[in-house]
């Protein structure tokens, strides 16, 4: 399978108003179906098939019969070529998109995707799974989630996937169409797919396309198309599968197909012949279509080789450009939307070569590249077929089908007859078994409109309390009168475990609560009990009564959706200790008792899963508890085993088995079996004894220019804490060139403080993201119990840039707002002087002091007479007026303002009186921020400010010219402490 580049730019797309191009319609999609008659024959060959246990829903879905293996998805696509993540493969499916036969290997297909167009007010749309050229994905399922299932069907394996244009988000901006936000189409999409595993059945997949109208507006002339890329080839690694394709069609039945030039029937060694068709084709709709449309082109950077057939202008219907130099790509939704409704039916490639400068309905071809478009290039095809009217909440139906051929190619010299003797070369194809397997999947596409067939799609969408509502698939055709809504209970002793229904239960008797008309496919249960299962059945009502029952879907007024309430995720404990558990009752819950569940650390607890059946999908990774056979089928239950169980009347447990990082999650048990949802994961964690007083961590980068002088600012710190049981921590000393200190930074060192003073360079790298999402380092000292006062901007969390101008910029990082009562901070970059070549004055921001509102708190003011800066700060920042980059916050409604910026006297600041100093008292955590940092200030207030936020601070006397500089560097190479003691003793 070869690998492509999307062409994102290198193209320049200008285009011209829509026209419409009409041709004379030779197939009549709305003819009458034949009737199914091969099903009634007898039956020739049975593959053998073992379909493997899934885990439903997937991201894709895999049809694999004895004739063909092929793939569709819920992104709106097929096969495998397209990047429609997060399809990954599952080892228990074959890989391919379309192979045929299926234990041969060769290609017929490199990918293909759904086109969708309208007219919604006056915009022109059209959303594309993949267009095919620039790399465009409009379609996704809800949440990007799974949405390929496996349905209940009279065949031999059917699978339903359903997704949407409704996101501006995905489909980001159209550059073709002038750099414009997406404009979604609002349809939703269920995409049926179907196979029959007997000859010759096993030659075609139907599908079955519904399409709803989920938006607020009508969809006008709304158009489906189906581009399909084949890239035929047998062994595609090599990449220039796609270099030797023809597109062609059988007008009279509808078919559309690519075939290799010649089937690769001379190619050796080895032999790896392509011989067969990738055929495509219309079988029915729901609404009256004008005809079907065929447009084969090739996509190509080099406008000369971007080519498709196209009809000259008229005046009733001038020629439109689709402003790529080329005849072939239609760029932008306008182009694309007329492609999809110009009722052409494209000329054969092989017949490029023979259109002359006179013929009065189609444009010359491009001299001499015409030669190698005729006899194969890398042409596409897009088949469509409308008009429809989607008004909102309105659905619309079509079937078509992808099917094989047998050999199309018989005589490796019929290639030679290219360019130059089209009718002879068409004449050495055998298209017969084409036509043959159209005509098949007409007759499997009437077995699809059996009205007596079960409803698809029976889910639960909406539940409260008191009601859940339910939907299915709509029918769409006129063949049916209406819905039988079916509603049973489930006896509470037909459930093996409680609380879980069991996948094969079915109910004893139908009991019908509701008829609705063909228009309504939802409806709502207002008076279910609680705690107890119902089956949900539908059928559809037509002329000859109910038809077949669709398998059940099991409901329940909703649990709880409350758990057990932990109000940290964790639990400290000392070495030595036990762990200690404590939860709030689940509101809404007659609680029986609690499970609670242990595990080895956080990777574990991932896997964690409510009680489930499955049919072995899992049975091979986790250990069944119990298995059942029923019908010739084993189900398997699983269910984890609780550690432990607690009476109702308790919501504590303690643990003396204890182990660092071990998980815990609790959850509650009703009177009935069922159980609430799981708890927080709760972490097991180990705490030093907190005997010291005060940690400074400080001094993030000593690669190049720093903005601090460490010397100055050590002998600072050391100054100021004179009488507390302190140490200092070198940040880049622990960690060297691993400045987020993931791995290095032993988190468990903090909590021996009571104090931890954060005062980094500007950086401010030991704060930093990388650490906090990995360790978790700040958040456990915090919620520990200790006291955390940082002092900067969190430049290294929200990534400011030297030269931002000033600006307030928005917190968004879980850790900011979890523990610091802010919104944003002001921050301006600490080069904005130099950047804009301003003199080395500070009139702007000015920062002289630290204003505290409320008794307690002192003032804390900017050092002018001792320097702690780098020469590198003194040079772009006037550091003699005023610090750099001091910040200033919004708080919110957590955060308590300690102090305002207090400016230069006679400067007019934009901070003038703007919050500097914010604290946030929290049930479990205690924190301080400052928007300057402490070494830029005067000794004697920034010792105040750290007796006002430490608990009883010891009395001590500061004097800086008789106390000398001590250097601590790192907790984990030197620790030292000075301790001066209460001069009253």
């Not at 609002?186 to 989920?214: A, C, F, G, K, Q």
């Not at 036990?578 to 939860?583: A, F, H, K, M, Q």
């Not at 946030?920 to 105040?944: C, I, N, Q």
């Amino acid at each position: 399978m070869r690998t492509r580049a999307w062409v994102v730019a290198g193209v320049v797309f200008v285009l011209m108003a829509a026209v419409q191009v009409q041709a004379r319609a030779e197939y009549d999609i709305n003819k009458e179906i034949p009737k199914a008659s091969v099903l009634g024959q007898a039956l020739t060959a049975l593959d053998t098939i073992v379909d493997q246990p899934v885990n439903w829903p997937m991201y894709y879905g895999v049809q694999q019969t004895g004739e063909i293996i092929t793939r569709f998805d819920c992104f709106g696509t097929f096969g495998e070529g397209y990047p429609s993540s997060p399809c990954l493969f599952w080892e228990g499916w074959p890989a391919g998109s379309f192979v045929a036969p299926a234990d041969d290997g060769a290609e017929y297909l490199y990918a293909g995707a759904i086109w969708v167009g309208g007219i919604v007010g006056e915009d022109t749309l059209v959303s594309t799974a993949m267009d095919g050229w620039v790399g465009i994905m409009e379609m996704s399922p809800d949440g990007s989630k799974p949405a390929v299932t496996k349905v209940s069907y009279p065949t031999d394996f059917s699978m339903r996937a359903e997704f949407s244009d409704t996101s501006v988000e995905l489909g980001g901006n159209d550059n073709e169409d002038g750099g414009r936000p997406h404009i979604p189409l609002n349809v939703r999409l269920v995409n049926r797919s179907h196979i029959w595993r007997t000859e010759p059945e096993n030659r075609t997949v139907i599908y079955d396309l519904i399409l709803t109208n989920v938006g607020n507006e009508t969809i006008e002339d709304g158009y489906v198309g189906f581009f399909m890329d084949c890239d035929v080839c047998y062994d595609c690694a090599n990449g220039t599968g796609y270099t030797d394709d023809i597109a062609g069609s059988i007008r009279s039945d509808g078919i559309a197909y690519i075939i290799d030039n010649d089937g690769d029937l001379s190619v050796l060694p080895p032999y790896m012949p392509a011989p067969r068709a990738f055929g495509f084709k219309f079988l029915a709709s729901s609404f009256n279509a004008v005809d079907t449309s065929f447009n084969w082109w090739i996509s190509n950077g080099d406008p000369t080789l971007d080519f498709g057939p196209r009809h000259k202008g008229t005046i009733e219907n001038p020629f439109r450009d689709f402003g790529t130099g080329g005849l072939g790509t239609p760029a932008r939704d306008d182009n694309k939307y007329y492609v999809l409704s110009s009722p052409e039916w494209d000329y054969d490639q092989i017949m490029a070569a023979t259109i002359e400068p006179s013929d009065p309905v189609w444009l010359y071809p491009d001299q001499p590249n015409v030669i190698d478009f005729t006899d194969g290039y890398d042409a596409r095809f897009l088949m469509s077929i409308g008009p429809f009217d989607l008004e909102p909440g309105q659905s619309q139906r079509l079937l078509y089908a992808t099917f094989t051929s047998f050999d199309v190619h018989t005589d490796p010299d019929n290639i030679y007859n290219l360019p130059t003797d089209p009718e002879a070369y068409l004449a050495g194809l055998d298209l017969s078994s084409l036509s043959e397997n159209g005509a098949l999947s007409d007759s499997l596409g009437e077995v699809l409109l059996d009205p007596s067939l079960p409803p698809t799609g029976l889910r639960t969408v909406q539940e409260d309390e008191n009601e859940v509502t339910v939907a299915w698939d709509p029918w769409c055709f006129n063949n049916i009168d209406g819905y039988r809504v079916y509603l049973s209970e489930v006896p509470l002793d037909s459930l093996p475990y409680p609380g879980v229904p069991a996948p094969w239960l079915r109910p004893t008797e139908l009991s019908m609560v509701a008829y609705v008309g063909p228009e309504q496919t939802s409806f709502t249960f207002d008076d279910l009990q609680p705690h107890k299962f119902y089956f949900v059945n539908i059928a559809h009502q037509g002329p000859l009564g109910a038809g077949d029952v669709c398998d059940p879907l099991f409901v329940k007024l909703p649990d709880s959706p409350f758990a057990p309430q932990f109000e940290i995720e964790y639990s400290f404990y000392e070495e030595g200790q036990p762990v200690e558990l404590n939860w709030s009752q689940p509101e809404g819950i007659a609680v029986d008792h609690y499970n609670i569940y242990r595990f080895e650390d956080m990777e574990e607890a991932r896997l964690k899963y409510a009680p489930f059946y499955d049919k072995g999908f899992y049975a091979a990774s986790i250990p069944p508890k119990d298995s059942f056979f029923v019908d010739g089928t084993t189900y398997y239950y699983y269910a984890m085993e609780p550690y432990a169980a607690v009476t109702p009347s308790k919501t504590t447990f303690t643990d003396y088995d204890v182990m660092e990082d071990r998980v815990y999650i609790v959850t509650a048990v009703d009177d009935y079996g069922s159980e609430s949802a799981f708890s927080v994961n709760v972490s097991a964690t180990r705490v030093e004894p907190r005997t010291q007083d005060v940690l400074v961590i400080t001094h993030s980068w000593n690669l190049g220019p720093t903005s601090m002088n460490y010397d100055s600012v050590t002998a600072f710190y050391d100054n100021i804490l004179q009488g507390y049981n302190y140490d200092l921590y070198d940040w880049s000393d622990t960690v060297g060139n691993y400045h987020d200190g993931v791995g290095i930074v032993d988190w468990h060192d903090f909590t021996r403080y009571q104090l931890v003073i954060v005062d980094d360079d500007i950086r401010g790298l030991s704060i930093n993201p990388d650490y906090e999402q990995s360790k978790a380092g700040y958040s456990k000292y915090i919620l520990s119990g200790g006291k955390l006062a940082y002092f900067g901007s969190f430049p290294a969390i929200i990534g400011y840039s030297p030269s931002l101008d000033p600006e307030f910029c928005s917190v968004k990082n879980l850790f900011i707002k979890r523990f610091f009562g802010i919104d944003s901070v002001f921050h301006v970059g600490f080069a904005y002087f130099n950047i804009h070549g301003l003199p080395m004055e500070d009139n702007i921001f000015a920062f002289s002091n630290a204003q505290p509102i409320g008794p307690g708190l002192p003032v804390v003011t900017y050092d002018t007479s001792t320097n702690r800066f780098s020469d590198l700060i003194n040079s772009i920042w006037p550091t003699d007026d005023s610090p750099p980059s001091v910040s200033v916050f919004d708080v919110n409604e957590t955060g308590i303002t300690t102090h305002l910026f207090d400016p230069i006297p006679g400067v007019t600041s934009m901070n003038a009186d703007q919050p500097v100093g914010v604290r946030t008292v929290k049930e479990h955590s205690d924190t301080y921020l400052f928007g300057f940092h402490l070494w830029y200030m005067e000794p004697l207030g920034a010792r105040a400010l750290i007796d006002a936020m430490f608990i009883e601070p010891p009395k001590v006397v500061v004097e800086p010219d008789t106390i000398w500089a001590y250097y601590a560097h790192a907790i984990d190479t030197l620790m030292m402490s000075v301790y001066i003691g209460d001069f009253n003793d």
